[in-house]
């Protein structure tokens, strides 16, 4: 597997990364990279996208430090973003990457993160 790079071909570290639940359709990696720089710098943004290349509702954060993704998982708790008109953009970040995670993160995440990924299941 290849290490996820930014568009300037650098290699992004897992340590900076953040899981984006519950897009709206219509979120852009340049809406979403703008919205996160009141944050600190957005080192890169990856909507996942589906065959048809529709949004499924989810991508990844790569923020250029730590401390920005703490600072950005520190404010999505507990009831996430408003980012394109869509309530309740969650996140979640893993301080640790070990099996014994410890997240920074409120039971609504998680919740809304199988929620997305559901209605995405449904409209297809």
Same mark, same amino acid.
């Given at each position: 597997?290849?290490? %996820?790079?930014?568009?300037? @071909?650098?290699?992004?570290?897992?340590?900076?990364?953040?899981?984006?639940? %519950? !897009?709206?359709?219509?979120?852009?990696?340049?809406?979403?990279?703008?919205?996160?720089? =009141?944050? @600190?710098?957005?080192?890169?943004?990856?909507?996942?996208?589906?065959?048809?290349?529709?949004?499924?509702?989810? @991508?990844? !954060?790569?923020?250029?430090?730590?401390?920005?993704?703490?600072?950005?998982?520190?404010?999505?708790?507990? %009831?996430?973003?408003?980012?394109?008109?869509?309530?309740?953009?969650?996140?979640?970040?893993?301080?640790?990457?070990?099996?014994?995670?410890?997240?920074?993160?409120?039971?609504?995440? !998680?919740?809304?993160?199988?929620?997305?990924?559901?209605?995405? =299941?449904?409209?297809?």
């Amino acid at each position: 597997m290849s290490a %996820n790079k930014n568009d300037a @071909g650098e290699i992004l570290h897992d340590s900076n990364k953040c899981f984006l639940a %519950n !897009l709206g359709y219509k979120s852009t990696k340049e809406t979403l990279s703008a919205f996160f720089s =009141q944050f @600190g710098e957005v080192d890169h943004v990856k909507v996942i996208y589906d065959g048809n290349g529709d949004s499924r509702g989810f @991508g990844f !954060l790569w923020m250029k430090t730590k401390e920005d993704c703490i600072k950005v998982a520190k404010a999505a708790v507990p %009831n996430g973003f408003t980012i394109d008109g869509r309530y309740g953009v969650h996140l979640n970040y893993h301080l640790d990457k070990n099996p014994k995670m410890k997240h920074i993160q409120h039971e609504k995440n !998680l919740k809304a993160a199988r929620d997305a990924v559901a209605h995405a =299941q449904q409209a297809h």
